[in-house]
């Protein structure tokens, strides 16, 4: 028995050591997929394990056609990679000349390259610096290097059958008619009842909006079917029309909202009581927007601008084939039709920020 003792503390310390290494974590084969984060930050203080993105345009002071920029990267390398299901963030930075922040957002990532439109307007014709980087559960990986571009003139455009013309830099894209004067900053002051521009759209938009931007308006205006705006089919007499959308505000009596529209197979109008009565403040920026889609039209009012008080919102169904004008004519304002000079446009208002697309109205048409 005395014999067996010599080997018992060599028994109890295999058996120790057993149980030790049982209690070890075992190391990963490979790195988890699901946080590539390190302990350890990069040189710029990130934690998150990525190369930068690689500003891929705008670069090197190019100016981009306007009036948007859409900046764009290729995605950065990320160690490991994510695991299923996991989407990393890329965050862009735009700075002006002075290298002050104007402008930031954080979107998805793309597959390959990840880009974003700026949506706050730039100041045109002057220089920016922009950066990104990814992120991911709250870290962040390091920033690209700077990229720079010269921002483009906010100028508007006619493109297919869409248009947008700020009308606050002195110019229009459209046809002047009779006297207008272009207030810097603020629109297109109509100074009589026979101004108005027109447009005419590449292609026909049979769905979509028409909206503007209206100031220095009062209730009482002279007239007694003036129009704010309105589209038809080529230059016939905007009354007589066959694809006549007109949205009127009527100075007789004052205040009164009706409006028409002819689709290819139906009349819709304000008849009656349907015209309502809105008053209006000439110190306040009203919010016209006219919608055609799924057969359905509706003018809208808000005071006070795009975010602002709905103060009419009237609406009707339309039997028949979508509108179809073609050619499809924009008016900003109306000509004269044969109800005369009454039924031509409201005089002395300033318009800014005409949007017509089957796009929703972009936020940097909305100051």
């Known amino acids: 028995m005395m014999r067996k003792f010599p080997y018992l503390p060599v028994a109890v310390c295999s058996l120790a050591l057993a149980m030790a290494c049982s209690k070890q974590s075992p190391s990963p084969a490979s790195p988890t997929s699901t946080r590539p984060v390190d302990a350890s930050a990069n040189a710029d203080g990130s934690k998150l394990k990525s190369s930068p993105p690689v500003p891929q345009a705008p670069v090197n002071n190019a100016r981009p056609e306007g009036p948007q920029v859409t900046l764009s990267v290729v995605n950065a390398g990320v160690k490991f990679g994510p695991g299923e299901g996991v989407q990393f963030t890329y965050r862009f930075q735009v700075y002006n000349g002075a290298n002050v922040l104007v402008y930031q957002s954080l979107v998805g990532s793309g597959v390959g390259t990840t880009s ?5 307007p730039l100041e045109g ?5 922009w950066q990104a980087r990814v992120e991911f559960q709250g870290e962040t990986g390091p920033w690209s290097p700077r990229a720079t571009f010269i921002a483009p003139q906010n100028g508007g455009y006619i493109r297919g059958d869409e248009l947008y013309d700020p009308l606050i830099n002195g110019r229009t894209e459209g046809v002047e008619h009779g ?3 272009f207030v ?6 109509l100074e009589s009842q026979a101004s108005y521009i027109s447009y005419q759209l590449e292609n026909t938009l049979t769905e979509g909006e028409f909206s503007l931007l209206v100031t220095d308006m009062p209730t009482n205006t002279d007239g007694d079917k003036t129009k704010l705006f309105g589209m038809a089919q080529g230059y016939d007499d905007i009354v007589t029309n066959d694809r ?7 100075g007789n009596p004052a205040g009164v909202i009706a409006w028409r529209f002819i689709s290819h197979g139906d009349q819709i109008d304000t008849e009656g009581a349907e015209r309502e009565q809105v008053e209006f403040d000439q110190n306040q920026t009203y919010f016209f927007r006219a919608t055609w889609r799924n057969n359905f039209f509706n003018l809208e009012i808000r005071e006070g601008g795009v975010g602002g008080s709905r103060i009419y919102s009237k609406g009707k169904p ?9 050619p499809h004519v924009i008016y900003v304002g109306a000509p004269v039709g044969r109800s005369g000079i009454g039924g031509a446009s409201v ?3 300033t318009i800014r920020h005409v949007w017509v697309s089957g796009r929703e109205r972009p936020p940097f048409a909305n100051q």
């Open 116 to 120: 974003h439109t700026i949506t706050s």
């Open 125 to 129: 014709d002057q220089a920016y610096s």
């Open 318 to 326: 339309f039997e028949g084939r979508a509108y179809d004008p073609n």
């Open 184 to 189: 810097p900053g603020r629109g297109v002051r």
């Open 347 to 349: 005089d002395h208002v």
């Open 179 to 181: 006297p207008l004067t």
């Open 244 to 250: 006549r959308m007109t949205v009127e505000k009527r």
